[in-house]
């Protein structure tokens, strides 16, 4: 009698203990869910910035009657937004699909910046090209090191660096500009009274 009262309590205990751990999972897959449609949400407002600024560069180029040059850019701004949008239907992108989507960023930037810089994108031999991150994740650092590196450097010397390699077991990415610094462009930013919504989405 005393087993079976044991067993009997075991298994009433099993039981409460097996619909617990299906409501915590359940309860993760919603919170899951909820984060990923929060992130995509965020992903769309930082579209419209730099959709935008590409505009304004193609009004300027029609005024100016550089139709060859407002015909390569809208060419290539309509390369990006397909990426673009490619990205925001997944998670994650390959390496592969995130160099591509920031070459042809930065490409239109730089004709933007009438080729006031230039960029490099490397990704270390060692790591997988197919190796996949987050979507979206760089573009708004390369957008930073040229809106407030870069933008306010005199000359035709700048210069940005990203870089994608493995660093004890993980990936890392550096994205360097040769701007004039943090320090001077958070002062102008506070001046200007402007807040990086790329950025704070990001994190």
């Known amino acids: 009698f005393w087993i079976l009262c044991g067993l009997g309590l ?5 039981i409460i203990y097996t619909l617990r751990v299906k409501q915590i999972a359940q309860k993760s897959k919603q919170v ?3 984060a990923q449609l929060e992130l995509q949400a965020l992903r769309a407002q ?3 910035h730099f959709l935008f600024n590409s505009l304004n560069a193609i009004q300027h180029f029609i005024s100016e009657n550089e139709g060859a040059r407002a015909q390569n850019y809208l060419g290539s701004f309509s390369r990006l937004m397909r990426l673009i949008l490619e990205s925001s239907r997944s998670n994650y992108v390959s390496l592969a699909q995130e160099k591509e989507l920031l070459s042809l960023y930065l490409e239109l930037e730089q004709v933007r910046f009438n080729n006031r ?3 490099s994108i490397d990704i270390d031999p060692e790591l997988n090209i197919g190796y996949e991150i987050p979507a979206m994740l760089i573009q708004p650092f390369a957008e930073n090191a040229v809106n407030h590196g870069l933008f306010d450097k005199p000359g035709q ?3 940005i660096w990203i870089r994608f390699y493995r660093d004890k077991g993980g990936l890392c990415c550096e994205v360097e500009d040769n701007g004039i610094g943090r320090e001077a462009a958070a002062l102008l ?3 200007k009274k402007h807040v990086s919504r790329g950025m ?3 994190e």
Not at 10 to 14: E, R, Y
């Open 117 to 119: 810089f230039a960029f």
């Open 10 to 14: 075991l298994g009433i205990v099993f």
């Open 200 to 202: 704070q989405i990001t």
């Open 157 to 159: 010397d700048g210069r």
């Open 32 to 34: 899951q869910q909820m």
């Open 189 to 191: 930013e506070k001046k």
């Open 46 to 48: 930082m579209n419209p």
